[in-house]
């Protein structure tokens, strides 16, 4: 199945355009710039496959004119502002019951481990009674 640009659908586009920020100009000239919703499909292919981004298909354009359209929306907070857009309009559409929440996490040991071990500080003298005293 061949991904397309337009598996951005109309309605989410209208909430991500108005926050993505305008193109810099290139006094110079250099190769027109990948248009914001092709590069947001790609950008969402490569999310969603997790392949390299050199890995993308062309037709979203080249891989690193999107990590850098990736990158420049990043640090614009545009990332953020979908989100928060999105759980709007889904709490909007269906409710979001938040009385409690779950976090799930693990913990592995590095591979390699540490070569030096840091002291660990005390707190406080603890005055209380333990089974060595």
């Avoid at 209208?14 to 950008?43: C, F, M, Q, T």
């Avoid at 907070?77 to 779950?102: P, T």
């Amino acid at each position: 199945m061949e991904a397309k640009f337009e598996d951005v659908p109309d309605e989410v586009w209208k909430y991500v355009e108005p926050w993505l920020p305008a193109a810099p100009s290139h006094a110079r000239g250099g190769r027109a710039r990948v248009d914001n919703r092709r590069a947001l499909a790609g950008i969402v292919y490569r999310l969603k496959t997790g392949c390299q981004w050199k890995a993308i298909p062309r037709q979203f354009g080249s891989g690193s004119a999107l990590h850098r359209r990736f990158q420049e929306w990043a640090e614009a907070g545009v990332f953020h502002i979908f989100f928060a857009e999105m759980v709007h309009y889904y709490d909007n559409r269906v409710g979001i019951d938040l009385k409690w929440c779950s976090l799930d996490s693990a913990s592995v040991k590095a591979p390699k481990g540490g070569t030096i071990r840091a002291p660990i500080r005390p707190i406080a003298q603890n005055s209380a009674q333990n089974a060595t005293s």
